[in-house]
């Protein structure tokens, strides 16, 4: 590979369009081949996403500004996770400047390449902890640079600081010094500095984006609004698998305010004034659909089961089956179910599109902007490059947004009026089209000796998957059998059985499945972790100590393990005695190195659950921003706990029986527990953040409700009858 | 139909159709942003506002019920944006957002139950607030609307 070739032009290539931009005050980056490799393997040791969705260009920019801020341009999407406060951080860190210096967007086509790689797996921060530092580090050595040039001495003689350079009584801004400077030298990437010289990483910092978000600022996709703009609505199947078999438009093409009506092969669209008119009249159409079946729970259901489909065995020590197959009057097995849900994230899907004769742009709000771009970019027969795509933030993610959410459809309708279009989701068509947290079937069966000691374990996982929609049909279930990299993420058994196996069973729903906040996480501890419960409980033994002695060993996660259980203990108050009528549970998950576990204190008033406090410890490795680690666990934990209570998709009549937030409660105020967050550093690098401590809620609670009534829980909502 | 109402301190004629519900005669007619769309049926808050100083769901009451009344969003909240509502600075306070999409709902809602309970307690606010947020933010929200009850009686002493 030419890498120096490559380099050169992308240096110029930058340097040329952001003089376009910005009038020339503009300092530069790299394209250094560490960060590419970087990116490849931490996005497919992530094992969330496939590495056909990796990058080879990765470049990240900064702007130092006229007003002497540093603008930096985010390769990754702010969903709500805070991690531009991070990023901020970071660059902060070796630009030497103040972090309220530093201002951080969404890089954007026309300012920037963007990112390959989507924005989930919880790997925002860890993958450009180094990253960013380098790129940041090698900006302010090449402000350097240019201040010796100027000033006719060595690099090594300026000093940067708060946004300055100096040396002796000299002294210029970064803003004066990059306005005054055409030809900049890179220097090869320059040594970081040392942990223990960083004066904002591991300090609590609140939101860059907080004020904002305080005053309600238009940020965000459905906000935006340009001259001229028409506003759409969709057509879409109210049937699970429907097909439109006709349609009569008459009525809704006299409805008030409607430019147009669209019916061109599978898309059928009303362009109007208003999004009020073009909704009030998509209601008049009239369509008859093609149920090929109209699906009930039950059959749906029994769809995803143990035993049932292809079989894909990712973990097997010692002899597991066997031992357990013969002597199945020593083991204990259990079956775990958990629902399909949607993602509810409370900005719908959508998007602004205007298609013109030989370009187009795209604003919206998006966890994959390259699949974004590539679908717009076919739909309207245009080169990629020719599609702009705006990255909005988005109103709450959390996996929905790493699937295409019809910008294909928007740009064509765009292409049709030949006028900016903007088309955003009802809540309805968010739930009955939406792409589906899977279901699952858990199957855990353990053989213990006459002491009590598990000699066996096997975890089975039925799951349909959440990966396989990203890439042609059937491409993703012919090579890999069955989603084991994000629906399958977590089935594997993390404790020391000499014998232990775990398979992942995939079969297709008539429905997408797709990502959801922690992927395999939540189901797979829920399953696991209440499999443990039970077995503590069966033997009498206390379920922290039983996953304490389980965990032990000489290896550092070992040792991490056995630091975030005592923390808990201690924290939780776990061997302090409980308020009468109160259950204590705790589970504790490993989700891609960071260490999440959970005690939760539950009490069952007039038949209701009430989950009085939720303590978390969290081990994420390196600990970069505490607040904004405060703010994912606190988060997660509230999800989770709507998971474990309330959330499920059922199908009836071969409709999605859930329409709305009637249909489908989540927690509110009223439901809000105490929550504590404990974070332990564990590690010198961080892991990951928004995802880990959804895992140990579901179980914890659970592990409660065993305690306190002796009845397990094994199927998720928690219904108590 | 002509519709005359106040929208954040300033009179307004539109002449649109009366059924049309507030949400989009704020967002598309009026351009203010900060009032979010989330269900459409009353039921997430996120569309939060207030009609002659009462909080309503705007998705779901028409444009001509405003009809000679006065309408606040989160835009009209504040005297400026260096001078927040005290809503508005417990949340800075309290770090509260996270995506944000709807916190304007909530922060609205909050604004009027503090004018009804100056020291609202936890089963004050769970009571009254019904709004849905995803991100999880309600642990920082009980903490800000009890911060913010205090910043009021502060200002008035």
Redesign the interface.
């Known amino acids: 590979m030419a890498t120096e070739n490559k380099k050169t032009f992308s240096r110029r290539k930058f340097f040329q369009r952001s003089a376009i931009v910005l009038g020339g005050v503009v300092v530069a980056t790299y394209a250094a081949k560490g960060v590419i490799r970087r990116f490849i393997a931490e996005t497919a040791e992530g094992m969330d996403m496939p590495s056909m969705l990796a990058n080879n260009e990765a470049l990240l920019w900064f702007e130092i500004l006229p007003d002497n801020t540093v603008l930096m341009k985010s390769p990754k999407i702010e969903m709500g996770q805070g991690i531009f406060t991070g990023f901020a951080m970071l660059a902060a860190e070796e630009l030497e400047m103040p972090l309220d210096r530093i201002k951080v967007e969404h890089a954007s086509t026309s300012n920037g390449p963007i990112d390959k790689v989507s924005t989930g797996g919880s790997n925002s921060t860890s993958s450009l902890y180094v990253t960013i530092r380098e790129v940041a580090a090698t900006m302010r050595e090449m402000l350097k640079i240019a201040a010796a040039k100027q000033w006719g001495i060595k690099p090594s003689e300026v000093k940067a600081h708060n946004g300055e350079l100096s040396s002796g009584n000299r002294k210029i801004t970064y803003a004066a010094l990059a306005a005054g400077t055409k030809d900049w030298e890179v220097p090869e990437i320059p040594a970081l500095k040392p942990a223990s010289e960083f004066r904002f990483v591991g300090k609590d910092f609140k939101r860059i984006d907080l004020k904002q978000k305080v005053l309600g600022k238009p940020i965000f996709g459905i906000d935006q609004t340009f001259p001229g703009m028409l506003y759409g609505a969709i057509l879409q199947s109210p049937y699970i698998g429907g097909k439109l078999k006709s349609v009569k438009t008459d009525l809704a093409a006299q409805s008030p305010g409607v430019v147009k009506v669209i019916h061109e092969d599978d898309l059928v669209a009303v362009v109007a004034k208003s999004r009020y008119a073009a909704q009030t009249a998509l209601e008049k159409m009239e369509a008859q659909w093609d149920v090929p079946k109209k699906w009930q729970q039950d059959e749906f259901v029994a769809l995803t089961k143990v035993g049932t489909g292809t079989r894909v065995n990712v973990q097997n020590e010692g002899s597991a089956e066997s031992a357990i197959k013969d002597h199945p009057e020593e083991v204990f097995k259990q079956e775990y179910r958990t629902p399909m849900a949607v993602h509810a994230h409370m900005e719908p899907n959508g998007s602004v599109v205007h298609a013109e004769e030989n370009k187009a742009t795209v604003w919206t709000g998006t966890q994959a902007p390259d699949m974004v771009r590539g679908a717009v970019s076919s739909a309207l027969g245009l080169g990629k490059d020719e599609v702009n795509l705006k990255v909005a933030f988005s109103g709450g993610g959390f996996g929905r947004r790493m699937d295409l959410l019809q910008p294909q459809n928007v740009a064509r309708i765009s292409k049709i009026v030949g006028q900016p279009v903007h088309v955003f989701n009802t809540r309805e068509q968010e739930f009955m089209n939406g792409v589906f947290r899977p279901q699952t079937h858990h199957v855990l069966a353990a053989k213990m000796n006459k002491n009590g000691e598990v000699e066996a374990i096997t975890h089975d996982q039925a799951t349909p998957d959440q990966i396989f929609s990203m890439a042609p049909e059937n491409v993703g279930a012919f090579f890999l059998g069955a989603d084991f990299i994000s629906a399958g993420h977590g089935a594997s058994i993390m404790y020391n059985v000499k014998n232990k196996s775990t398979s992942v069973w995939h079969q297709q729903l008539p429905v997408t499945t797709g990502i959801w906040r922690s992927v395999g996480i939540f189901p797979n501890t829920f399953a696991i972790e209440s499999f443990m419960n039970e077995l503590a409980h069966k033997t009498g033994k206390d379920p922290i100590a039983l996953r304490m002695d389980l965990l032990k060993g000489s290896e550092k996660i070992n040792k991490r393990y056995q630091k975030v259980l005592e923390v808990l203990a201690e924290k939780s108050g776990w061997d302090k005695t409980k308020p009468e009528g109160t259950g204590r549970g705790v589970a504790i998950c490993n989700d891609r190195k960071t260490i999440a576990a959970a005690v939760a204190e539950v009490e069952i008033i007039d038949g209701m659950i009430k989950v009085r406090k939720i303590t978390q410890v969290i081990d994420p490795g390196m600990v970069i921003n505490p607040e904004g680690i405060r703010m994912q666990v606190e988060g997660a934990t509230m999800m989770g706990l709507t998971a474990t209570l309330y959330e499920e998709i059922k199908v009836k009549d071969g409709q999605i029986a859930s329409s709305n937030f009637h249909e489908y409660p989540m927690v509110t105020l009223a439901d809000t527990p105490e929550i504590e967050v404990v974070i332990v550093q564990g590690h010198d690098e961080p892991y990951g953040v928004g995802e880990p401590p959804m895992g140990p809620v579901a179980p914890a609670i659970g592990g409660a409700i065993l305690q306190l009534t002796g009845k397990a829980v094994r199927s998720l909502p928690i219904r108590l009858s | 139909m002509e519709i005359d109402f106040t929208i954040n301190g300033k009179a307004t004629r539109l002449n649109i159709?009366p059924a049309?519900?507030l949400l989009?005669v704020v967002?598309?007619?009026l351009?203010l942003?900060?009032?979010?769309?989330?269900?459409?049926?009353a039921?997430?808050g996120?569309c939060t506002l207030h009609v002659d100083g009462e909080a309503f769901r705007s998705c779901s009451i028409p444009a001509e019920f405003v009809s000679g009344k006065s309408v606040t969003?989160?835009?009209g909240l504040s005297e400026s944006?260096e001078h927040?509502h005290p809503i508005?600075q417990a949340?800075?306070e309290e770090?509260?957002?996270?995506?944000?999409?709807?916190?304007?709902g909530f922060?609205m809602a909050a604004a009027r139950l503090i004018e009804q309970y100056p020291a609202p307690t936890d089963e004050d606010?769970?009571?009254n607030?019904?709004?849905?947020?995803?991100?999880?933010?309600?642990?920082?929200?009980?903490k800000a609307i009890r911060r913010a009850a205090e910043i009021k009686q502060s200002l008035k002493s």
């Open positions: 159709d049309m519900p989009w967002r598309d007619e351009n942003k900060g009032t979010k769309f989330g269900c459409g049926k039921m997430c996120a969003t989160l835009e944006e927040l508005q949340w800075m770090n509260v957002p996270q995506c944000g999409y709807c916190q304007p922060m606010i769970k009571n607030i019904t709004n849905i947020c995803r991100c999880g933010t309600q642990p920082r929200i009980l």
